[in-house]
């Protein structure tokens, strides 16, 4: 029986996509496409297409590089408008990397559970081997060790010299011979059946596949939660305005930008080669199986096609009419025997034979349905589904997040390190905000006040003096001054101005710093 025509594989339009895309070697001629991982010549047409991202990520570092150093110099202040402009660009950028990175972790799981399901299914095709193998070696181990053994014990009493009709006793060795033989012939069927699959072994494989997705799923949920705490990390830093998260930002978004491109290196030449086996995965099946397993064998399966005859189901058939002609041989015999050989105990080896014959064929009508090709079409097929659609596509979908990773990890970079250059501690702010009269200012403008006020109060002080100069000197002297009247009241006193402005000037100097502090 074939395998319905809806259930028969095609591949996924993505799969054609990849396929389609350039395959060349180093001299840049288009190689043959077909998924072949042991040929030199594919391996180095994936390793072009992987060195693309590697190629924009050197061009990309190149560019960052000559941007920081026309920039780090660059000191010249920038208005809050175009600081507020940047750190909103900085937040927009920030949650669009991270809808990227959530897509890289949805593409990722998908991978995962297109992987595990693919060697579940795998692990199915080898369990229902093994069923095979185990059965056929059942039908052997009857016919061969427990039936012969019957064999043996019936020739040692046909051996025995007759009593009477020496034509009888030949009869009865043609029934013996011709039962011998259709029992080598059912189990000779079984060993045909078995033989070839003991060099089909999946296990190693399904196991390197199985410790692969154990390292690989989640080294990539590290990598990609990584770059979620950065974005989260710029987007603090950008809501708090908080220059050091910006420096640390600009510092790890260089990595990250190097990983993102890195990754797409990877991604890109694991999609293609996917791709290319999703176009025909039991080529590659066939090319992978031993050579002791016959391709028409792996074609029959891997296509359960209607018109194409199971190989092993003809083995099983020519093992049941033999296991049926045994039984009529045995028919045929056991009076013969009992007519010749009475009371010698062939009753309880003739019953022995009988149950080894059944419980052969027992087996072998179990077998059939292990033999068929539907069963082990189905896992398979669920198998190359499982990887083609939903794993490839989780692969497809993490090499576009990559991809938009690298490149707004690259803007934010490029942004973040543009804003942080402008962002000043709070004492910066402190200093520029010298017009505030109920803070006192820092120190180097207490020394730029106390200058001004100099000069500004010698000017006040001077006015002052003119006012008082039709004033008496006595009352100026013993109120203004807060000296004792003298009895010298024409001596000369020294300094300008007989000492009248200088005093008075520097009284006035003591008033106003005391006022100010």
Same mark, same amino acid.
């Given at each position: 029986m074939g395998a319905r025509s809806d259930d028969t594989y095609h591949p996924p339009r993505l799969a054609e996509w990849l396929h389609r895309l350039p395959h060349v070697n180093a001299t840049f001629r288009e190689v043959d496409s077909t998924f072949d991982p042991d040929s030199p010549v594919y391996l180095e047409s994936l390793g072009i297409l992987a060195s693309a991202p590697a190629a924009w990520l050197i061009f990309t570092l190149l560019i960052l590089l000559l941007y920081l150093l026309t920039r780090c110099c660059d000191r010249k202040p920038r208005h809050a408008k175009s600081i507020s402009a940047l750190k909103v660009?900085?937040? +927009?950028?920030?949650?669009?990397?991270?809808?990227?990175?959530?897509?890289?972790?949805?593409?990722?799981d998908d991978l995962h559970n297109g992987i595990v399901q693919t060697l579940n299914q795998a692990r199915q095709i080898d369990g229902l081997v093994g069923k095979i193998k185990n059965q056929t070696e059942a039908i052997e181990r009857q016919l061969r060790v427990q039936a012969g053994a019957d064999f043996t014990g019936i020739r040692a009493i046909f051996d025995e010299p007759p009593a009477f009709n020496l034509t009888v006793l030949k009869a009865a060795e043609g029934h013996l011979l011709r039962l011998i033989g259709n029992n080598t012939l059912a189990a000779n069927a079984a060993a045909e059946i078995r033989n070839p699959l003991l060099a089909l072994d999946i296990i190693p494989k399904i196991q390197m596949g199985e410790k692969f997705e154990t390292i690989r799923w989640p080294f990539t949920m590290a990598v990609l939660s990584v770059l979620l705490v950065l974005c989260v990390v710029l987007l603090v830093g950008v809501a708090r305005h908080n220059r050091c998260a910006l420096i640390a930002f600009s510092v790890c978004g260089l990595l990250a930008v190097i990983a993102s491109y890195l990754l797409s290196s990877v991604y890109l030449a694991t999609s293609v080669?996917?791709?290319?086996?999703?176009?025909?995965?039991?080529?590659?099946?066939?090319?992978?199986?031993?050579?002791?397993?016959?391709?028409? +064998?792996?074609?029959?399966?891997?296509?359960?096609?209607?018109?194409?005859?199971?190989?092993?189901?003809?083995?099983?058939?020519?093992? %049941?009419?033999? @296991?049926?002609?045994?039984?009529?041989?045995?028919?045929?015999?056991?009076?013969?025997?009992?007519?010749?050989?009475? %009371?010698?105990?062939?009753?309880?080896?003739?019953?022995? @034979?009988?149950?080894?014959?059944?419980?052969?064929?027992?087996?072998?009508t179990s077998l059939t349905a292990l033999v068929d090709c539907r069963t082990l079409y189905t896992h398979?097929?669920?198998?190359?589904?499982?990887?083609?659609?939903?794993?490839?596509?989780?692969?497809?979908?993490?090499?576009?997040?990559?991809?938009?990773?690298?490149?707004?990890?690259?803007?934010?970079?490029?942004?973040?390190?543009?804003?942080?250059?402008? +962002?000043?501690?709070?004492?910066?702010?402190?200093?520029v905000n010298e017009t505030d009269p109920y803070l006192p200012p820092p120190a180097a403008s207490q020394a730029i006040a106390a200058r001004t006020l100099q000069r500004s109060q010698g000017d006040g002080c001077d006015t002052r003096a003119q006012e008082h100069r039709g004033s008496h000197m006595a009352h100026l002297r013993g109120h203004t001054l807060g000296r004792l009247p003298s009895h010298h009241h024409h001596e000369p006193m020294s300094g300008p101005n007989n000492g009248k402005y200088a005093t008075l000037s520097k009284q006035c100097k003591t008033l106003e710093s005391s006022d100010f502090y």
């Open positions: 660009t900085l937040a +927009i950028m920030s949650v669009l990397c991270c809808a990227a990175v959530g897509l890289g972790l949805y593409g990722n080669a996917l791709g290319d086996l999703c176009m025909a995965p039991e080529r590659f099946v066939e090319n992978q199986a031993s050579t002791e397993l016959s391709k028409d +064998i792996l074609r029959h399966y891997l296509n359960c096609e209607r018109a194409r005859a199971n190989p092993f189901t003809q083995r099983l058939r020519e093992a %049941k009419t033999t @296991l049926e002609h045994m039984r009529i041989e045995l028919s045929l015999l056991k009076p013969l025997a009992f007519q010749l050989f009475p %009371k010698r105990g062939l009753e309880q080896k003739f019953n022995s @034979l009988k149950n080894e014959i059944n419980t052969a064929d027992t087996i072998g398979y097929l669920r198998g190359a589904r499982a990887l083609c659609n939903v794993g490839l596509l989780g692969l497809t979908l993490m090499l576009v997040s990559a991809v938009l990773a690298g490149v707004m990890m690259t803007i934010l970079v490029w942004v973040d390190s543009h804003t942080w250059i402008y +962002i000043r501690k709070k004492k910066d702010y402190q200093q």
